[in-house]
T-cell receptor
Framework: GENVEQHPSTLSVQEGDSAVIKCTYSDSASNYFPWYKQELGKRPQLIIDIRSNVGEKKDQRIAVTLNKTAKHFSLHITETQPEDSAVYFC????????????FGKGTKLTVNP | DVKVTQSSRYLVKRTGEKVFLECVQDMDHENMFWYRQDPGLGLRLIYFSYDVKMKEKGDIPEGYSVSREKKERFSLILESASTNQTSMYLCASILSGGLQQFFGPGTRLTVL
């Protein structure tokens, strides 16, 4: 089945710097890759996603890139702000049979003022 | 706006008790999921359901069962709670053929 690896597990940056979180997946049939942000004590919320027919997608300060050949995708946050501090999860949608999301283990991002 | 609700935010139970966690969604979603979230382990899928009365095992189904008698409600059952089931439990739903999965607020279960 699908396996998603996420790195790093923790990331600390200064306000205004960029942050990059990387994920790899194992099943080349996976075709949808969302990123969720979970603030302390809250539910995970979708912040950006990408389908396999696209190489990059941007939404203001957030971007996601996908390399299908290498089977990895990354979240890029520019001009980080303290409110970006949260746990971020990547995921891949499995194909064939039952569709479900397989999540990475999460990255705790801390943005220091 | 999709709303996914869970019956309790915090729950404390004793070892051996039968525990019911309820999840309700109001957007007529076919697909519903139960995850547990533990530090450093991310979100692990326990069970999911694609339709009423239908269920499939996820990655860690041992010690759990589920019930889906109505489309909007998906229940997670711990037949005999154990201390290693102390965790945060998250429910989620998604429209069949859709992509965005919506999460409930979570239930933090402590088993003493």
């Amino acid at each position: 089945g699908e396996n998603v690896e996420q790195h790093p597990s923790t990331l600390s940056v200064q306000e205004g710097d960029s942050a990059v979180i990387k994920c790899t997946y194992s099943d080349s049939a996976s075709n949808y890759f969302p990123w969720y942000k979970q603030e302390l004590g809250k539910r995970p919320q979708l912040i950006i996603d990408i389908r396999s027919n696209v190489g990059e997608k941007k939404d203001q300060r957030i971007a996601v890139t996908l390399n299908k050949t290498a089977k990895h995708f990354s979240l890029h946050i520019t001009e980080t702000q303290p409110e970006d501090s949260a746990v971020y999860f990547c995921a891949a949608l499995t194909q064939g049979g039952s569709e479900k999301l397989v999540f990475g283990k999460g990255t705790k991002l801390t943005v220091n003022p | 706006d999709v709303k996914v609700t869970q019956s309790s935010r915090y729950l404390v139970k004793r070892t051996g008790e039968k525990v019911f966690l309820e999840c309700v969604q109001d957007m007529d979603h076919e697909n519903m999921f139960w995850y547990r979230q533990d530090p450093g382990l991310g979100l692990r899928l326990i069970y999911f359901s694609y339709d009423v009365k239908m269920k499939e095992k996820g990655d860690i189904p041992e010690g759990y069962s589920v019930s889906r008698e109505k489309k909007e409600r998906f229940s997670l059952i711990l037949e005999s709670a154990s201390t290693n089931q102390t965790s945060m439990y998250l429910c989620a739903s998604i429209l069949s053929g859709g992509l965005q999965q919506f999460f409930g607020p979570g239930t933090r279960l402590t088993v003493l």
